[in-house]
């Protein structure tokens, strides 16, 4: 409260009035480690000594920002766009024909100009055969493709059409634990209920049907459960479901009666021997009509992640499958309201889903460059689990696809306690202590969810090489300073 000439003025919008669902909103993966992390590094850039020269930030799934080259094609049809008057220079024709085309089909020729809000139409098309194409032939229809700024944008757009009711009667979205926390902080902001079902870690973190059933049915208790959201590959868990559990997750929602959202923006980080990505659109279509015609689903996917790593475009699409034709005109129009996707973000996904061919002279460079991004997130997968799995006291999953491994970590109990004292969770407390110590970056379990008296941390395997070498070696050691600090 301050004085003026209007007497006693209060804030109209203080943390007393403001929305208390957006209070509620935690987002773990750029929490309190991470803004610790950010201050550290400014302390370093001024001289304050550490035991430690560099932050290094194995925290968020952010390719580029830790030296993931973009690929080259990508980003000559994007400068080409950008800057047309390029399109006199020396680029490749391949280049130039892709940079043409997008243009073409841009108001005023120009990547400038806002497009319709489900997308620019030629690139819902290429979205739709590239969806053709992945599912060996089961047609896709442009009319059911959404272009979004990123999937994040998309996945919340769906949640809202989800939610509503009130008190028993209120939406509950399934969603698993551990979770991408995305959609923990979509729900609280919504209000509606999140109903946790647990990934088993001794299996691999997959996912068992009986524990759908369990969770359901303690969610239909106190809400109204309308939709499962299944993250395949996992974040943060870095698991690869199998064929049979995708079949018995769309069995499930069909029996249920549950909306589906498959989130498969890890689509192409398929590592593990004997794994294979499924999408859920191609295992329900293969199921047949009984399911096919009837069960709801939408599926995302991003320019973010795979080999493209293009975080910052904020490219992505979903496709829908089965949803009401009258709620259709109301997507429609809640995505018009925001007038339409990043266009420079549908340009780099029309790339991502019409890349060079064969006959094109972009080809051998654009497969050589992806065929390497993946090869070495492969390679650095295998090693985090192997490397973490000699820790006496650290218990990691195989990296089956994805970025992430998501260890279980045993805690002493002096040191459990030492974190109960600062009033902060045990892996919070863990996660703090190696910023401090080491440098390096990872965010707790907690933020995550985790099954009671079980700590984690998640981390990406993004630092190069190297340096993903380094920083195995440094939590290996800190991980033995701290058990016996804390015995
Ligand atoms: C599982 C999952 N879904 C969605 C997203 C959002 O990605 P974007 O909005 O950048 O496409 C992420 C980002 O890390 C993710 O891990």
């Known amino acids: 409260m301050t004085e003026n000439g209007l007497g006693h003025w209060e804030r109209v919008l203080n943390v007393d009035t403001m929305n208390p669902n957006v209070k509620r909103v935690e987002y773990a993966v750029r929490g309190p480690v991470v803004q610790r992390a950010v201050q550290i590094e400014k302390e370093l850039k001024e001289g304050v000594k550490k035991p430690f020269t560099e ?43 892709r940079a043409r085309r997008i243009l073409q089909a841009c108001g005023g020729g120009s990547l400038g100009a806002y497009s319709a809000s489900s997308g620019i139409e030629v690139i819902r098309q290429d979205v739709a055969k590239y969806i053709e194409r992945r599912d060996g032939g089961i047609p896709s229809n442009p009319d059911n493709i959404y272009l979004s700024s990123g999937a994040s944008d998309a996945i919340v757009t769906m949640l809202k059409l989800l939610t509503s009711g009130e008190g028993k009667t209120r939406t509950g979205v399934m969603i698993s634990i551990p979770q991408y926390p995305l959609y923990s902080a979509a729900l609280a902001e919504l209000a509606a209920v999140q109903i946790s079902y647990c990934l088993d870690e001794d299996k691999c973190w997959s996912l068992d049907v009986n524990e759908l059933r369990r969770a359901v049915k303690a969610g239909r208790e106190h809400c109204n459960p309308r939709a499962i959201c299944i ?79 293009e975080c910052g475009f904020r490219g992505g699409y979903m496709e829908v499958i089965n949803m009401d034709p009258e709620v259709k005109l109301q997507l429609t129009k809640l ?79 002096k040191a459990i306690n030492a974190a109960k004292e600062k009033e902060q969770a045990p892996d919070m407390f863990y996660c703090m202590k190696l910023l401090e110590e080491t440098g390096i970056c990872l965010v707790p379990g907690s933020g995550f969810g985790q099954r009671d008296g079980t700590y984690h941390f998640r981390m990406t395997i993004l630092p190069a090489t190297e340096k993903l070498k380094i920083v195995l070696e440094k939590i290996r050691e800190f991980h033995k300073r701290f058990t016996e600090e804390f015995s």
């Open 335 to 413: 995505v018009s309201v925001q007038l339409c996707p990043s266009v420079p973000g549908q340009a780099l996904l029309d790339l991502v889903v019409n890349p060079p061919q064969p006959d094109e002279p972009s080809y051998d460079t654009f497969i050589k460059e992806r065929t390497a991004n993946l090869h070495i997130l492969s390679e650095k997968a295998k090693m985090t689990a192997q490397v973490l799995n000699t820790v006496p006291g650290i218990h990691c999953n195989p990296v089956q696809g994805a970025m992430y491994t998501f260890p279980r970590l045993t805690l002493p109990e």
């Open 55 to 97: 932050v290094i930030k194995a925290n968020i799934g952010d390719a580029h920002a830790m030296g993931q080259k973009p690929i080259t094609f990508f980003r000559q049809v994007i400068a080409l766009c950008v800057y047309p008057d390029l399109l006199e220079d020396k680029f490749p024709e391949d280049a130039k024909n």
């Open 231 to 309: 993250i395949n590959p996992g974040n943060p868990t870095g698991q690869v479901q199998s064929r049979q559990c995708i079949e018995d997750v769309i069995r499930f929602a069909a029996e249920e009666h549950l909306f589906l959202m498959a989130d498969e923006v890890y689509q192409d980080n398929v590592y593990a021997e004997g794994c294979q990505f499924h999408s859920f659109k191609k295992v329900l279509f293969e199921m047949g009509p009984e399911y096919s015609s009837v069960v709801e689903l939408a599926s995302f996917h991003s320019t973010s992640k795979c080999y493209m790593g």
